[in-house]
């Protein structure tokens, strides 16, 4: 069985992309999947939480790999992380069009997280493009929400207006998503029992569904999978 490949993309930074992708990957980890993080922001700071990561917990307990490139050799490093992974999962950089394009061009869906706000909302339209532009699904996520936020209602209609697919699952704007990356772990670990947990499942297990049912092959994965990689950091 092919690999998921997924991109989160948001040309809007603040829109808690990285932390996002580093929940994701551990729950996807926590499931028994094999995962790999492709970190092609320039900031590094998904590769900078991971060394933390692994610091903190050691080598043979870190769970996932985290990878570090950028430019022309994404394509190429996305290949061979598939063949090694069950999800591979591509953080791109905001405000970077010729990174975001390689980046969603790699993938089956691009995971689009936006917060209830009017500047979100205007700013997703450009990734959106991107998307469409390359023929890659886009689903968006509504993150950072806040409980009771009577702009979420009015900003909920104005995304499904945008005729792209809204994933069901919604995360809040929970204090222990931040304070779990602190100590180089995911929100499964950090408070398995929560409410941030709990989203944080719900959507990786639907991430995962849709991309099983859009059957789209990432044009930079070809081959099947290949049991017994060892996680690690590498910088390419």
Not at 53 to 69: L, T
Request: glycine share 6%; proline share 5%; hydrophobic share 55%.
């Amino acid at each position: 069985m092919a690999a998921t490949i997924v991109t989160i993309a948001q040309q809007k930074g603040g829109a808690g992309k990285t932390t996002l992708a580093i929940h994701l990957a551990l729950a996807w980890a926590a499931m028994g999947k094999r995962v790999a993080i492709i970190d092609i922001d320039p900031q590094e700071s998904l590769t900078h939480w991971f060394r933390v990561r692994a610091e903190q917990r050691g080598r043979d307990q870190i769970a996932i790999k985290v990878v570090a490139v950028g430019g022309w050799r994404v394509a190429g490093e996305v290949g061979r992380q598939a063949r090694d992974h069950d999800v591979v999962l591509i953080d791109s950089p905001p405000h970077a069009e010729i990174e975001a394009r390689i980046a969603v061009r790699a993938a089956q869906m691009v995971l689009v997280p936006v917060q209830p706000s009017p500047m979100d909302f205007w700013a997703t339209k450009p990734t959106l493009d991107l998307a469409r532009a390359e023929k890659v699904p886009a689903l968006l996520v509504l993150n950072r929400v806040l409980a009771r936020a009577k702009l979420t209602g009015a900003m909920l209609d104005a995304y499904l207006a945008l005729d792209v697919p809204l994933a069901a699952a919604r995360i809040g704007n929970r204090v222990a998503l931040a304070a779990a990356l602190n100590l180089g772990q995911g929100i499964l670990e950090y408070e398995p029992r929560s409410r941030a947990a709990t989203e944080i499942a719900a959507l990786a297990v639907e991430i995962l569904q849709r991309a099983a049912a859009n059957l789209v092959p990432a044009r930079a994965a070809g081959a099947r999978e290949v049991r017994g990689a060892e996680p690690g950091l590498r910088i390419a």
